[in-house]
């Protein structure tokens, strides 16, 4: 069974950092994709950032491009996605999401239902 468990998220004033941290349990970790998806209150789902498991391919969203920035630990089957200069619009709850496939990272990052797993999700919440 595919299990994502996303933690890490929390308050944070603007132009501060947090990492979150997704592990993934129940499938070959290396032939996977791993991104992030966020949904604001009132607003659609909205891809992040993906990274390829495989090679370390990454993809980030232009909305993010500069100050969250993706990586994952294979042996720990972890990934993780660091979020700095923090705004109050990057409130939302953060969901971690896998697909079998490491060569979709621009597609699943452009529409995110094309995600094949989702885990909880983690709220992000920045006061201005």
């Known amino acids: 069974e595919v299990q994502l468990q996303a933690s890490g998220g929390g308050l944070v004033q603007a132009g501060g950092s947090l990492r979150l941290s997704c592990v993934a349990s129940g499938f070959n970790f290396g032939d996977f994709a791993i991104g992030w998806v966020r949904q604001a209150p009132g607003k659609e789902r909205e891809g992040v950032s993906c990274?390829?498991?495989?090679?370390?391919?990454?993809y980030v969203a232009n909305s993010v491009k500069g100050r969250f920035s993706i990586s994952s630990d294979n042996a720990k089957r972890t990934v993780y996605l660091e979020m700095n200069s923090l705004k109050p619009e990057d409130t939302a709850v953060y969901y971690c999401?896998?697909?079998?496939?490491?060569?979709?990272?621009?597609?699943?990052?452009?529409?995110?239902?094309?995600?094949?797993?989702w885990g909880h999700g983690t709220l992000v919440t920045v006061s201005s």
């Open positions: 990274i390829s498991t495989a090679d370390g391919r990454t």
């Open positions: 999401a896998a697909v079998e496939s490491v060569h979709i990272l621009a597609l699943v990052t452009t529409w995110p239902e094309k995600y094949d797993y």
